[in-house]
């Protein structure tokens, strides 16, 4: 059974920077889609990027195109997602969501469905 634990969220003001990280563990690292989802108050859970481990594939969600790149560390079998320029509306809670392995297809950050392990979820919250 895989273990995904997110770290790095906490508070910042408005054009402000936060790194996350998502570990994984007990399980294989490469070729398997893993997405970071966020929770807002109020609001439905959704995607925001994406990444085929292994690959250099990536996927963006549209509102957060330019500002957040995630990228991958085999090394410690984790993922990074680098926000930057974050808004009010970045608030909330961020989970990394993991596919089984090995993973052909194209990650989907729109869809729950594909991700079978997920973390606890780290907080963020960006003042104005």
């Known amino acids: 059974q895989a273990q995904l634990q997110e770290s790095g969220g906490g508070s910042v003001q408005a054009g402000g920077s936060l790194s996350l990280n998502c570990r994984l563990s007990?399980?294989?690292?490469?070729?398997?889609?893993i997405t970071w989802f966020r929770r807002a108050p109020g609001k439905e859970r959704e995607g925001v990027a994406s990444?085929?481990?292994?690959?250099?594939?990536?996927l963006y969600a549209e509102v957060v195109q330019g500002r957040f790149t995630i990228s991958q560390d085999r090394n410690d079998n984790s993922v990074d997602l680098r926000m930057v320029s974050l808004k009010p509306e970045d608030s909330g809670m961020y989970y990394c969501a993991a596919s089984t392995a090995p993973w052909y297809a194209q990650c989907m950050v729109a869809s729950e469905t594909m991700y079978t392990y997920w973390g606890q979820g780290t907080q963020v919250a960006v003042s104005s």
């Open positions: 990444i085929l481990t292994g690959t250099s594939d990536t």
């Open positions: 007990r399980v294989a690292y490469n070729r398997r889609c």
